[in-house]
């Protein structure tokens, strides 16, 4: 084996060692940031985050029990009122309620479901 050989007789002169610590040191402050020069304010950081969250209506229909004044509906909302066939019903709470509507004149039709 030859002295040219990679791992074989690595010897760093005093010009080659005086190039590398110079490097070394000099290598910290090229990377350090200048904050003397910067505008003011330029130290702190604000932000605004904001959230819109879009909630669609949700009337559901659990349970159809007829009574002697019309229909009773069991309902799942979201909403405090619906319009159903021009009349406004209000709800105490949004959620599960119960919602009692008057039968229909005779010959007229409802169907459930749709």
Request: hydrophobic share 45%; net charge positive.
């Amino acid at each position: 084996m030859s002295g040219k050989e990679i791992g074989a007789n690595c010897r760093v002169g005093r010009r080659e060692a005086r190039g590398i610590l110079l490097a070394l040191m000099l290598a910290p402050l090229s990377c350090a940031a200048e904050t003397a020069i910067a505008a003011p304010g330029a130290n702190s950081a604000s932000a605004h985050l904001s959230f819109r969250i879009v909630i669609p209506p949700v009337f559901r229909v659990l349970q159809i029990t007829p009574v002697k004044e019309g229909y009773q509906y069991l309902v799942w909302t979201n909403m405090p009122s619906i319009l159903l066939n021009g009349i406004e019903y209000r709800f105490n709470r949004v959620g599960e309620t119960t919602l009692t509507i008057p039968a229909p004149p005779a010959g007229i039709f409802i169907v459930h479901g749709l």
